[in-house]
């Protein structure tokens, strides 16, 4: 009876908080312009030209988020099919369920694209995103979890500007974009409430849905820590868990239904159709975070040190950790203040659990691998876990730091003066050091005339493409994909940065570029490495029949830009120059 008396309490306190009044107060006002003002001064170098500039920490990711905004452009403005792109990868194309397409995003912004550009899209996301998440965070801490409006702040700011989010900022629009699973964590814990199976299970299975549109590796992310803080409170706890699961389980099985229902065929289409893959281009122990991180700063922090945090961090959108030597003693100080509670105590178990997850198979410390096996290595080839980049695990440990973080300052209001004023100073020095420094840009190569005053139509046919040299690929190709995407993708491509098979029906597994061809392998030699090699003219052309070219066009300024425009004379003749490029036009094999 004791225990029942204990969850009608707890109940009655959930029900209480989760009543508080919902409507916006004007501080509320100011938090929000706070963090779009602070997410602007991060954006800001962005912003200046958003058209014209990259962000420089991950040019090709903010290539490939281009192609994703252009292609849902095509989507609104052209009736394109939503999961399938023919303008890139032609003539197989691209399966867009497959990618990281950012449909509700760029759906509902494909205006902005439309008139603005692509270029404008992408600051305004990832500006909105680390505001958004922040303020998402704000909301329901605030609203629902504790009774401190400073606290819910420091909270939401870890959240949306935490070392990690700052990092993905560099080029990933969907791991920036966080706003969404706030409401997933809380309609979660609501289901624990009588009552609230239908309706609470709909609307989690909505904003499943809602999720899978705008990224799947966060949303499995907290699936799998909420269900290992279910299990831990459950084991903690099984008096009180017991008196609820029922009707908790209900709820989950109401939001599988529902989202279930909704997300049948776009997952189909992303695991069946083609251009499905399986895998990712690299093994496990590629991409692991490093144990000393997590007392170090991040490259873009105000304490940063970029040529040090390198050794650390396996590339400026992956710095995933990164407390701060204070920071994580905060993190610490914060798990100790708050250890008696069950369920907070569950919380930061399965933050530990998913941070070991992104050590990968073996311990790694100040970039060296240790030999020390870790319990990862026993599920790197799990299906769907095969797919995750594996220290991005580690974006939940930084997520639920935030969320303690509150929870500890909420609880540090009744503490004494004295202690008081030390675990202030403590958070001072643990959050100045990581504010953010405004993201690095380099400006991008100007679009000649002949594509701005809508030369190429002239040259390309229907049904052919404009093959930019170097082609489009990951990396070596960047700029070709930008013009393309920038372009709206109005005319098709060849090739491109995505995700695809290798080299399917033979090898499925996920490859970041176009199966390899000769003339893609021949380019790509002579831009790296400036080498002339004899040309075999037949297979040149065979490519670029493949490929449905209309005409090739040399990109001016490319690396080794003599060399492949040699490469291109002995296969194609002298080119003709117009609008600020040399092209030469491919005739029509019939």
Known sequence: MRAADEVTEKAAEVAEKAGRPARWQRVDTWVALGFALFATLVTIQLWIDPNGRVLAGNDDDHGIFLFMLAHAERVVFDGAAPFFSDRFNVPVGVNMMANTSILALAIPLAPVTHFLGGGVTVALLVTGGLGGTAFAWYWVLSRHLVDSRPAAWIGGAWCGFAPAMISHANGHVNFVSNYVLPFIVWQVLRLREPGRVRRGGVILGLLITLQVFINEEALLFTALTLGLMAAGYAAMAWSEARLVWKHFSAGIGVAALTSGVLLAYPLWYQFFAPGNYHGQPFEPTAYVTDVASLGWFSRQALAGNAALTRNLSVSATEDNTFFGPVGLVM?????????????????????????????????????????????????????????????????????????????????????????????????????????????????GDPMPPFLTEGTWRSYVADGKTLVTVPLPDVTSGRTGQRWATLNNLDYPTPRGYFMGPADPPADDTGSWQAPHRYTSDLLWSVREYGYVPAVDRERFLADLDFWRAGVVVLIPGSRNEASLRSVLVEALGEPQSVGGVELWPVPSNG
Request: charged share 10%; no cysteine; net charge positive.
């Open 331 to 443: 993190v610490i100080v914060a798990i100790v203040m708050l250890w008696r509670s069950v369920a907070l105590r569950s919380t930061a178990i399965a933050g530990l659990v998913l941070l070991v997850m992104s050590f990968g198979p073996q311990l790694r410390i100040f970039g060296y691998d240790t030999g020390i096996p870790l319990p990862f290595g026993l599920i790197s080839h799990v299906p769907v876990i095969d797919l995750v980049s594996v220290t991005r695990f580690a974006m939940v440990p930084a997520a639920v730091a935030g969320v303690l973080l509150a929870f500890a300052v909420d609880r540090a209001g009744s503490f004494a003066p004295k202690r008081r004023r030390l675990f202030w100073i403590g958070m001072v020095l643990a959050l100045v050091p990581l504010i953010p420094k405004p993201l690095p840009v380099v400006q």
